[in-house]
Protein backbone atom coordinates (compact mmCIF):
# COMPACT_ATOMS: atom_id res chain seq x y z
CA UNK A 1 0.00 0.00 0.00
CA UNK A 2 1.23 3.61 -0.69
CA UNK A 3 1.64 5.58 2.04
CA UNK A 4 0.75 9.41 1.41
CA UNK A 5 1.26 11.21 4.29
CA UNK A 6 4.60 12.63 3.66
CA UNK A 7 3.18 14.23 0.18
CA UNK A 8 0.66 16.24 2.13
CA UNK A 9 3.03 17.48 4.90
CA UNK A 10 5.42 18.43 1.75
CA UNK A 11 2.07 20.31 0.05
CA UNK A 12 1.56 21.82 3.36
CA UNK A 13 4.72 23.33 4.00
CA UNK A 14 4.45 24.69 0.45
CA UNK A 15 1.20 26.40 0.85
CA UNK A 16 0.87 30.32 2.83
CA UNK A 17 -1.52 30.70 5.16
CA UNK A 18 -3.70 33.62 5.40
CA UNK A 19 -1.46 35.59 7.35
CA UNK A 20 1.44 34.70 5.37
CA UNK A 21 -0.43 36.17 2.06
CA UNK A 22 -1.39 39.25 4.11
CA UNK A 23 2.04 40.09 5.34
CA UNK A 24 3.55 39.00 2.26
CA UNK A 25 1.06 40.00 -0.56
CA UNK A 26 -1.43 42.22 0.31
CA UNK A 27 1.15 44.33 2.21
CA UNK A 28 2.42 44.91 -1.35
CA UNK A 29 -1.07 46.87 -2.86
CA UNK A 30 0.08 50.49 -2.41
CA UNK A 31 3.49 49.23 -4.77
CA UNK A 32 1.22 47.22 -6.95
CA UNK A 33 -1.40 50.49 -6.85
CA UNK A 34 1.48 52.96 -8.00
CA UNK A 35 3.04 50.78 -10.59
CA UNK A 36 -0.81 49.89 -12.12
CA UNK A 37 -1.46 53.91 -12.33
CA UNK A 38 1.59 54.35 -14.19
CA UNK A 39 1.09 51.97 -16.64
CA UNK A 40 -2.77 52.74 -16.82
CA UNK A 41 -3.12 56.09 -16.33
CA UNK A 42 -6.07 55.75 -14.92
CA UNK A 43 -7.17 55.02 -11.14
CA UNK A 44 -10.24 53.11 -11.43
CA UNK A 45 -8.31 50.47 -13.71
CA UNK A 46 -5.68 50.49 -11.72
CA UNK A 47 -7.17 49.84 -8.94
CA UNK A 48 -9.08 46.78 -10.89
CA UNK A 49 -5.66 45.54 -12.03
CA UNK A 50 -4.34 45.94 -8.82
CA UNK A 51 -7.13 43.82 -7.30
CA UNK A 52 -7.37 40.97 -10.20
CA UNK A 53 -3.28 40.40 -9.36
CA UNK A 54 -4.10 40.17 -5.91
CA UNK A 55 -7.07 37.30 -6.80
CA UNK A 56 -5.16 35.65 -9.38
CA UNK A 57 -2.09 35.07 -6.69
CA UNK A 58 -4.76 33.90 -4.17
CA UNK A 59 -5.77 31.17 -6.22
CA UNK A 60 -2.35 30.19 -6.91
CA UNK A 61 -1.30 30.17 -2.97
CA UNK A 62 0.17 26.90 -3.30
CA UNK A 63 2.82 27.71 -5.04
CA UNK A 64 3.76 31.20 -3.75
CA UNK A 65 5.76 28.77 -0.98
CA UNK A 66 7.74 27.78 -3.57
CA UNK A 67 9.05 31.16 -4.90
CA UNK A 68 12.11 32.74 -3.17
CA UNK A 69 10.55 36.33 -5.25
CA UNK A 70 6.96 36.09 -4.64
CA UNK A 71 7.08 39.95 -4.80
CA UNK A 72 8.69 39.82 -7.71
CA UNK A 73 5.99 37.75 -9.13
CA UNK A 74 3.18 39.83 -7.74
CA UNK A 75 4.62 43.00 -10.07
CA UNK A 76 5.26 40.31 -13.21
CA UNK A 77 1.40 39.17 -12.56
CA UNK A 78 0.59 42.91 -12.50
CA UNK A 79 2.60 44.22 -15.19
CA UNK A 80 1.02 41.36 -17.00
CA UNK A 81 -2.60 42.20 -16.25
CA UNK A 82 -2.17 46.08 -17.47
CA UNK A 83 -0.90 45.03 -20.31
CA UNK A 84 -4.28 42.84 -20.66
CA UNK A 85 -6.37 46.20 -19.79
CA UNK A 86 -4.76 48.14 -22.27
CA UNK A 87 -5.25 45.58 -25.22
CA UNK A 88 -8.20 45.16 -24.26
CA UNK A 89 -9.03 49.01 -23.89
CA UNK A 90 -7.27 49.57 -27.81
CA UNK A 91 -9.70 46.77 -28.72
CA UNK A 92 -12.84 48.26 -27.47
CA UNK A 93 -12.23 51.67 -28.65
CA UNK A 94 -11.50 50.46 -32.20
CA UNK A 95 -15.29 48.80 -32.13
CA UNK A 96 -17.15 52.07 -31.12
CA UNK A 97 -15.04 54.12 -33.68
CA UNK A 98 -16.20 51.52 -36.03
CA UNK A 99 -20.04 51.23 -34.46
CA UNK A 100 -19.92 55.04 -34.94
CA UNK A 101 -19.07 54.81 -38.56
CA UNK A 102 -21.53 52.31 -38.90
CA UNK A 103 -24.15 54.06 -37.30
CA UNK A 104 -23.14 57.68 -39.75
CA UNK A 105 -23.50 55.35 -42.60
CA UNK A 106 -26.80 53.75 -41.76
CA UNK A 107 -28.20 57.58 -40.56
CA UNK A 108 -27.05 59.00 -43.74
CA UNK A 109 -28.43 55.94 -45.75
CA UNK A 110 -32.09 56.31 -43.83
CA UNK A 111 -32.04 60.10 -44.71
CA UNK A 112 -31.57 59.36 -47.99
CA UNK A 113 -34.43 56.93 -48.14
CA UNK A 114 -36.47 59.47 -46.60
CA UNK A 115 -35.67 62.08 -49.93
CA UNK A 116 -36.38 59.44 -52.04
CA UNK A 117 -39.53 58.43 -50.40
CA UNK A 118 -40.55 61.99 -50.40
CA UNK A 119 -40.21 61.72 -54.44
CA UNK A 120 -42.43 59.51 -54.64
CA UNK A 121 -45.57 60.24 -56.27
CA UNK A 122 -48.23 60.95 -53.65
CA UNK A 123 -50.24 57.56 -53.74
CA UNK A 124 -47.35 55.59 -53.68
CA UNK A 125 -45.89 57.48 -51.17
CA UNK A 126 -48.99 56.97 -49.15
CA UNK A 127 -48.43 53.35 -49.59
CA UNK A 128 -45.26 53.20 -48.15
CA UNK A 129 -45.90 54.71 -45.51
CA UNK A 130 -48.92 52.84 -44.76
CA UNK A 131 -47.43 49.57 -44.98
CA UNK A 132 -43.60 50.34 -42.91
CA UNK A 133 -45.04 53.50 -40.44
CA UNK A 134 -48.15 52.06 -39.79
CA UNK A 135 -47.60 48.72 -40.25
CA UNK A 136 -50.91 48.13 -42.21
CA UNK A 137 -51.73 44.89 -44.62
CA UNK A 138 -52.56 44.61 -48.07
CA UNK A 139 -55.95 44.51 -46.84
CA UNK A 140 -56.09 47.33 -44.65
CA UNK A 141 -54.48 49.36 -47.47
CA UNK A 142 -56.95 48.78 -50.07
CA UNK A 143 -59.25 49.34 -47.89
CA UNK A 144 -58.59 52.63 -47.01
CA UNK A 145 -57.12 53.93 -50.39
CA UNK A 146 -60.64 52.71 -51.81
CA UNK A 147 -58.42 50.32 -54.13
CA UNK A 148 -58.44 46.76 -54.59
CA UNK A 149 -56.07 44.11 -53.02
CA UNK A 150 -53.92 43.90 -56.28
CA UNK A 151 -53.72 47.17 -57.39
CA UNK A 152 -52.29 47.68 -54.08
CA UNK A 153 -50.06 45.23 -54.63
CA UNK A 154 -48.89 46.34 -58.12
CA UNK A 155 -48.84 50.19 -57.00
CA UNK A 156 -46.15 48.59 -54.49
CA UNK A 157 -44.40 47.12 -56.97
CA UNK A 158 -44.32 50.90 -58.92
CA UNK A 159 -43.62 52.43 -55.65
CA UNK A 160 -40.39 50.30 -55.24
CA UNK A 161 -39.15 50.55 -58.55
CA UNK A 162 -39.27 53.94 -58.75
CA UNK A 163 -37.44 54.48 -55.09
CA UNK A 164 -34.79 51.61 -56.25
CA UNK A 165 -34.47 53.97 -59.12
CA UNK A 166 -33.86 57.29 -57.45
CA UNK A 167 -31.60 55.75 -55.06
CA UNK A 168 -29.77 54.28 -58.26
CA UNK A 169 -29.41 57.51 -59.70
CA UNK A 170 -28.52 59.00 -56.15
CA UNK A 171 -25.27 56.04 -56.21
CA UNK A 172 -24.37 57.33 -59.47
CA UNK A 173 -24.05 60.69 -58.98
CA UNK A 174 -22.05 60.13 -55.76
CA UNK A 175 -19.56 58.16 -57.79
CA UNK A 176 -19.38 60.58 -60.52
Given at each position: ?LC????YGY????V???????K?I???????R????R??????E??????D???????M?W?????K???????????H?????M??S?V??KAL?E????E?????GY????E?????P?R????????????????E????M??????V?T??????AT?????N????????
Amino acid sequence: MLCIAPVYGYINRLVITTEQFIKEIVSLQPRLRVVADRMLRNHEEADDAVQDTLTKLWRMRWRLGMMKNAQGYAMRILQHVCLDKMRHSQVEQKALSEMSCQEESFNAGYERLAEAIALLPERQRKLIEMKYRDQMSSAEMAEAMGMSASNVNTAMSRAYATLRQILNDDNEEVRQ
